[in-house]
């Protein structure tokens, strides 16, 4: 089960592609739902989105593909 | 009533043999946010899975919420192809977006799980009439 695929992300003004795979975090802002922050973990990602003082934010984790079973 | 609609998460994949033009993967989330004592989490898009017994939660997000996984209650899993886990049951607050804060009963585990959490029927399906619209793209829940 593996997933990998590039997000597109704006963070203090500068524009980031990064490639995210299955258990990384994704930050998204909730209205336009346009991710903001990226990380290799929750810890990290949050603290990202501290930083950038943005509050409308939503978090998420990479799922792997084709996931058909839960534990 | 109480109501609220979510839409769904979805990232990018590459196309595979099984699923060849396949784009994007798609998954039914509620956004929710945890607490535990004077931690709080921001607001993690949980995946809604009914075929969950219970709500589950990864190692990652007890770290975050300062929880000592080992000190809850120990509870075995069985996943569908029946291979088993440990997990330690902890009493959090579960705080879904826009609508109520409530008191949980679910599990952790130490392991890395596919998602961030799981929503499962004790303690979220009991509590909601949980509807998945696939074509729409939207969880709504009310109760």
Redesign the interface.
């Known amino acids: 089960?593996s997933?990998?695929?590039?997000?597109r992300y704006e963070e203090n003004g500068t524009r980031h592609d990064f490639r995210?795979r299955?258990?990384d975090?994704?930050?998204y802002e909730?209205s336009s739902?346009q991710p903001v922050a990226v990380g290799r973990?929750?810890?990290v990602t949050?603290r990202r989105?501290e930083e950038s003082g943005r509050k409308d934010?939503?978090?998420?984790?990479?799922?792997?593909?084709?996931?058909s079973?839960?534990? | 009533m109480r109501k609220a609609e979510f839409p769904f998460q979805s990232t990018p994949c590459e196309s595979s043999e099984a699923f060849p033009g396949r784009k994007e993967y798609v998954f039914p989330v509620v956004p929710c946010r945890l607490h535990h004592g004077k931690c709080s989490l921001p607001p993690i898009d949980f995946l809604v899975d009914s075929g969950a017994d219970h709500c589950v939660f990864g190692g990652d997000i007890a770290e975050a919420l300062g929880i000592d996984i080992r000190a809850g209650v120990r509870h075995s899993l069985t996943g569908v192809v029946g291979r088993k886990g440990e997990s330690w049951v902890h009493s959090v607050k579960l705080e879904v977006v826009g609508l109520e804060k409530y008191q949980l009963r679910c599990a952790f585990v130490e392991c890395e799980i596919p998602h961030s959490g799981l929503l499962g029927r004790l303690g979220f399906f009991d509590r909601y009439v949980v509807t998945v619209d696939l074509r729409k793209r939207v969880t709504t829940i009310s109760r």
């Open positions: 089960m997933n990998s695929a590039v997000i995210v299955t258990g975090w994704v930050a909730r739902r973990t929750l810890s949050v989105v934010v939503v978090l998420y984790q990479v799922p792997p593909t084709d996931c079973l839960i534990l």
